[in-house]
């Protein structure tokens, strides 16, 4: 069966110029089983249609799809990793397949993760684990349910390899992941391009990267700074819904920063337990860089790196103002995503400053359980559909009164979902919000590693796509949902 009416096939990388990308070959599997596959989102690129031998041969073997890209391409890049510089990067294992645009217009790429080898393998096996490809799942649903501006992931296929790591038990499963993401074009692109002067290539890519990712700066006089301004705006957005969501990325390094905005590549990443603003996700992380707290400046420190490469294009000046609007992009984005997040309707910029300040201070001095905070205190203390819900579970301390304050007269905005059974009573499982904290993640990836058996990651999907739908977050909800091609 071909791809929907749906499917628009627009493979437009390669008009940017060899000097981007090699042409790879993707890697031959001794194995193909299918174990999970995202039709709500493959609905959305007309990809929802294929039968299952054919998802297979596009998203295991990377059959060409109908007009696309005829080759994949490994995709090169430098960045900061840790802030120093590395030249010797690029799409190590993994690789854009194809390129198509979704109902709404965006230009929306499916890139690899696990694919085999490229030029930028660096002496790597080209692989990913299973268990890397799990996490993966886990990130961008529960994200995705949150709010956050996220890749998608598409598809995991194992392999049926063995992979032999030294960071955790081996030998371990492999995977091979498709991710529908938002464009793969990184700060760590424009980097290279900056780094070996080839300012008509530079030129090219942030014209480019304006009109399909900020068209509504494409036209600007001063297209550098109209650029990196969106770009600020867009970084300082999903900066801040990590922090709301209690979500530690890990690795935010210059070729882990698509200048889209949008949220991907999910290593070592954690949800916080509680409000720490020193508690990292990457065990390598030994200084703190990447800290829960720091991440707001780490971003704003790459997004200076982005500036530097369009100094040959661009006046400093302009440049640096544009810059310089993040710290005020973020602290509004900060305030207004915690004012959703809790479930409240805007009560104008002081009250809901002062909200924001309450309730982080609350939330960072009692060290209360991150998600079930939120999960209390969602529509407001006094929203009348939370009448019959189970009491708080949680001491609030001296400094809650004023978040009690901050709450007077609130609306909640979703009454609909406080009267839900995930509100009314104590989640779907009787046991609270719908969390992701690394003690369930190692229990989810046991029962498959050690049983086979994927059940637990297959209701643990469809829990985080309700709550996602009661949030307003995610497609609505259809036949296409539930089918998530794991195991039952």
């Known amino acids: 069966m071909p791809p929907s009416s749906a499917y628009r096939p627009e493979p437009c990388h390669l008009q940017l110029g060899p000097e981007l990308s090699d042409l790879v070959q993707p890697a031959r599997f001794p194995g193909h089983t299918l174990r999970f596959r995202n039709q709500r989102h493959a609905a959305t690129v007309g990809l929802d249609t294929l039968d299952a031998a054919e998802w297979v041969a596009a998203m295991g073997r990377f059959e060409p799809l109908p007009d696309n890209l005829p080759q994949p391409l490994a995709l090169r890049y430098h960045g900061h990793q840790f802030q120093h510089y590395n ?43 299973l268990k890397g490809a799990v996490r993966e799942i886990l990130a961008t649903e529960l994200l995705e349910a949150r709010g956050v501006d996220t890749s998608k992931t598409l598809s995991v296929i194992e392999t049926g390899e063995s992979l032999d790591r030294h960071d955790e038990p081996s030998p371990t499963r492999a995977a091979v992941l498709v991710r529908l993401s938002h464009g793969h074009v990184r700060i760590g692109t424009f980097q290279r391009l900056h780094a070996l002067g080839q300012r008509e290539s530079l030129d090219r890519l942030l014209q480019h990267s304006a009109r399909t990712w900020h068209p509504a700066v494409a036209d600007a006089p001063d297209l550098p700074a109209a650029f990196l301004g969106a770009v600020v705006q867009a970084c300082a957005d999903t900066a801040a819904g990590w922090m709301v969501a209690g979500f530690v ?182 046991t609270g919000p719908e969390s992701l904290y690394i003690d369930e993640v190692e229990a989810l990836w046991e029962a498959i590693d050690q049983r086979d058996d994927w059940r637990p990651l297959h209701h643990k999907v469809h829990r985080i796509r309700a709550v996602g739908r009661l949030l307003g977050h995610g497609p609505a909800v259809s036949s296409l949902d539930g089918n998530t091609g794991l195991p039952r």
């Open 249 to 430: 990325h890990g690795v935010l390094n210059t070729d882990n920063i698509n200048v889209s905005g949008e949220s991907f590549d999910y290593g070592p990443w954690r949800f916080t337990p509680s409000c720490d603003p020193q508690f990292t996700a990457a065990y390598f992380d030994q200084s703190g860089l990447y800290a829960y707290g720091r991440q707001g400046a780490a971003v704003a420190w790459n997004l200076e790196q982005l500036a530097g490469c369009l100094l040959p294009l661009g006046q400093a000046n302009s440049l640096s103002e544009a810059l310089g609007g993040f710290k005020a992009a973020f602290g509004a984005a900060f305030v207004r995503r915690t004012v959703a997040a809790l479930g409240l309707q805007s009560a104008g910029a002081e009250a809901d400053r002062a909200l924001t300040d309450a309730w982080w201070q609350w939330l960072e001095h009692s060290r209360a359980d991150f998600d079930r905070a939120w999960f209390e205190a969602y529509g407001g203390e006094a929203a009348p559909e939370r009448e019959g819900a189970t009491p708080p579970q949680l001491g609030r301390g001296s400094r809650w009164l004023s978040v009690q304050r901050a709450l007077e007269g609130r609306a909640p905005t979703r009454p609909e979902a406080l009267r839900s059974g995930y509100f009314q009573g104590q989640g779907f499982r009787g």
């Open 87 to 129: 030249p010797s990067l690029g799409d190590g294992r993994g690789f854009l397949y194809a390129q198509l645009r979704d109902a709404r217009g965006r230009l929306l790429d499916l890139g690899t993760k696990g694919s085999g080898t490229t030029p930028y393998s660096r002496g790597g096996d080209g692989r990913l684990t």
